[in-house]
């Protein structure tokens, strides 16, 4: 197994598409909660905005670098024959995306960590000077603080998981193009779905069901008991999708011819 993460980061790094990722995971992320930050103002206690979410909704467009990253890093091996040698080298088939896995995971954790880390930064900067402030009813916005830190390790968590989906598509589909598109729809059409229904009950049953909306419940730190499903329980819904899409990749990688 160790021989197998090794060869998997290798792969990995030495890819130019990889270091690009990572460094556009960072950017939009970051780029997107600052614009957010900037873009509210809370002139009341009554203003019903989550300072913890404005400062970490960049993960919303950050999360489809995550998704291409860890797609190529299967489905190209598909594109270039290369799994060919790569499981000729490997016999175990299993311990292939097992070390992908790994070796995505932590890639995934140290950038998601950086681009979270810095969103906080830009929140804690911007936000009390647009009303969110303890004159209007909210707490610094500071790591310090239980929930704050729930809703930040929680986001790096998401992006992780979604890397982990995403590895899992690829293995069950190969074709990169498609399962980037059948991840994405997974991610950005069961929210437009949810809002388009106009029955209370189905909709938030599709916001409990939904990867995304269940997955970044995660980061709220107000009005916990208007969420369609509790934080945890959500990322829980999201670690429910990343292993049913595991074993059905590791499942058909077995299965099939490469």
């Not at 998601?112 to 647009?130: D, R």
């Not at 509790?230 to 899409?245: D, I, K, N």
Request: with cysteine; hydrophobic share 55%; proline share 4%.
């Amino acid at each position: 197994m160790n021989q197998a993460v090794h060869a998997e980061w290798t792969k990995l790094r030495t890819v130019p598409e990889t270091g690009w990722l990572l460094l556009a995971l960072i950017a939009l992320t970051v780029a997107l909660s600052t614009t957010a930050a900037a873009a509210v103002t809370c002139s009341s206690s009554a203003c019903g905005l989550d300072p913890a979410r404005i400062s970490l909704s960049g993960i919303d467009l950050g999360q489809a670098t995550v998704v291409i990253l860890a797609v190529l890093a299967l489905s190209g091996e598909y594109s270039t024959s290369m799994i060919r040698i790569t499981l000729a080298a490997t016999p175990r088939r299993i311990t292939v995306p097992a070390a992908k896995a790994a070796v995505l995971t932590g890639v995934v954790l140290g950038a998601g960590t950086i681009a979270v880390l810095a969103s906080v930064l830009a929140g804690q900067l911007i936000l009390p000077g647009h009303g969110f402030t303890a004159a209007h009813g909210h707490r610094p916005l500071t790591l310090a603080d239980a929930s704050m830190l729930r809703a930040a390790g929680g986001s790096v968590l998401y992006l992780a998981l979604i890397a982990l989906l995403s590895l899992g598509a690829a293995a069950a589909v190969r074709d990169s193009a498609v399962a980037i598109g059948v991840v994405l729809g997974l991610l950005y059409v069961f929210p437009v779905i949810a809002q388009v229904v106009t029955d209370p009950t189905w909709r938030q049953h599709l916001q409990q069901f939904a990867p995304m909306t269940a997955g970044l419940a995660i980061q709220a730190t107000t009005g916990l008991d208007r969420l369609p499903i509790s934080p945890w329980r959500g990322l829980g819904v999201l670690a429910a999708w990343t292993a049913a899409a595991l074993v059905a990749g590791g499942m058909i990688l077995q299965l099939r011819d490469a």
